[in-house]
């Protein structure tokens, strides 16, 4: 059973939500994202990659089989890409949101945005995504995962809360983390594009969802530590209405 949780340590206006297992944590993210879409069917949502939303995904797509939701109506935009990695390519977050999501819902390919990580010119495709967002009205609902870095996206530590869409450098450590997709850590593209913290934040809602004891750390200096440019999450207390959906390995660290 999820029990929600307060906070009593750093003043942090997250709600928290934590699960018995890493299952319970996804389903109840998938439920929350299905019971948007189903509210509001011309949503925006702002979508996360990485081994963390696969089981959210999945069970987006056992929701939509049963017919509890549709998404013709439904834009998307990611978070991020890697340069160098057009959407064919295996390992790139479009070729992984067509395969874990796209290609079993009903959603329009012409409404699901991915920052291009074959753009000629990724500095001015990065301008272009953001006034693609602002034409689309803004994402109503920003689903994230969270690095053990405290990277939100591809924001990484010294990241600041007026970021916005554009080019980065990965650290090492997101590098050698993220090597486990790839053949080899040589084959990780070293850059990326990602939507800014400032961009994050003016989706109107915010999803975290974190699972393993591996995070439990990035949890906990991300809700009860003061926000720094140390732990990217940590900006999220600046958002009125952000939800950590944890399990308790993710949760481990908390003092609730
Ligand atoms: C993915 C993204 C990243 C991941 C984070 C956690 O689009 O923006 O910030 O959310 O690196 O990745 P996993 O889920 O693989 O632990």
Redesign the pocket.
């Known amino acids: 059973m999820n029990k929600p949780a307060s906070l009593s340590a750093h003043a942090h206006s997250a709600k928290v939500i934590v699960c018995r297992d890493a299952t319970a944590a996804s389903r109840t993210v998938a439920n929350m994202i299905v019971a948007a879409v189903n509210a509001k069917p011309s949503i925006v949502l702002g979508l996360?990659?990485?081994?963390?939303?696969t089981a959210t995904y999945a069970n987006i797509v056992e929701d939509f089989r049963a017919g509890k939701v549709q998404f013709k109506d439904v834009t998307s935009f990611?978070?991020?890409e890697y340069i160098g990695l057009s959407g064919t390519h295996p390992q790139s977050?479009r070729y992984f949101m067509q395969s874990e999501l796209f290609d079993h819902i009903d959603i329009d390919p012409n409404n699901t945005f991915v920052p291009e990580g074959g753009a000629s010119d990724p500095a001015s495709h990065a301008i272009q995504y953001e006034a693609q967002i602002a034409a689309a009205g803004g994402i109503d609902l920003q689903l994230?995962?969270?690095?053990h870095n405290g990277?939100?996206?591809?924001n990484e530590p010294g990241s600041l809360p007026s970021t916005r869409t554009r080019v980065v450098e990965l650290t090492p450590s997101t590098i050698e983390k993220n090597a486990r997709f790839f053949a080899s850590v040589d084959e990780v593209p070293k850059t990326a594009i990602t939507m800014g913290i400032g961009t994050i934040l003016e989706a109107k809602q915010i999803l975290l969802l974190a699972t393993g004891k591996g995070k439990a750390e990035a949890v906990r200096r991300s809700l009860q530590e003061a926000a720094s440019e140390e732990v990217p999450a940590s900006w999220l207390e600046q958002h009125p209405d952000v939800t950590f959906v944890l399990d308790e390995d993710a949760a481990s660290e908390l003092s609730l």
């Open positions: 996360a990659t990485g081994g963390t939303p990611n978070l991020d977050f994230l995962g969270i690095g990277h939100i996206a591809f």
